[in-house]
């Protein structure tokens, strides 16, 4: 059974939490410097980065939401909870996130333009091709 480990190689401190943030510019509505414990709402963003953190505290995944309006809570959370749902690995690595939240004017392909950076500078492939095999039960 292949099992992907969510290792990392960067702690997001405070200070780089406001260097990322900074990299959405015009675009980045109320930052949230706070790590949020993995299925804890993360607010009411629409279009956000979320960096998951491991038990280590290294950064060690980096995603973009594509909200929907039926949320009821953050889009972030609501992404977040999907993986979580999807895999026993990230389940069990994963255990709290960070949220760049972006302006909902936020063009789609600025979104994805900051995704990429964001893993770069915290050196997390955004393609993990190592992937769980479905358990079937």
């Known amino acids: 059974m292949t099992h992907t480990?969510?290792?990392?190689?960067v702690v997001i401190t405070d200070a780089r939490y406001a260097m990322l943030a900074r990299?959405?510019?015009q675009w980045?509505?109320?930052?949230q410097p706070e790590p949020i414990p993995i299925g804890?709402?993360?607010?009411?963003?629409?279009?956000?980065?979320?960096?998951a953190v491991n038990h280590n505290g290294n950064a060690c995944y980096c995603g973009k939401?594509?909200?929907?309006?039926?949320?009821?809570?953050?889009?972030?959370?609501?992404r977040l909870s999907q993986h979580i749902?999807?895999?026993?690995?990230?389940?069990?690595?994963w255990?709290?996130?960070?949220?760049i939240p972006l302006r909902d004017a936020t063009p789609g392909h600025v979104v994805s333009?900051?995704?990429r950076t964001v893993a770069a500078r915290l050196g997390i492939p955004l393609a993990h091709r190592t992937r769980m095999p479905r358990q079937h039960t």
């Open 5 to 9: 480990t969510w290792a990392g190689v």
């Open 23 to 25: 990299l959405a510019g």
């Open 28 to 31: 980045l509505a109320e930052p």
């Open 40 to 51: 804890a709402d993360s607010g009411y963003e629409d279009k956000a980065i979320y960096i």
């Open 65 to 78: 939401t594509a909200p929907t309006r039926a949320l009821n809570r953050g889009a972030a959370a609501t």
């Open 85 to 93: 749902n999807g895999s026993k690995s990230k389940r069990d690595e």
């Open 95 to 99: 255990v709290e996130y960070w949220v």
């Open 113 to 115: 333009a900051l995704e």
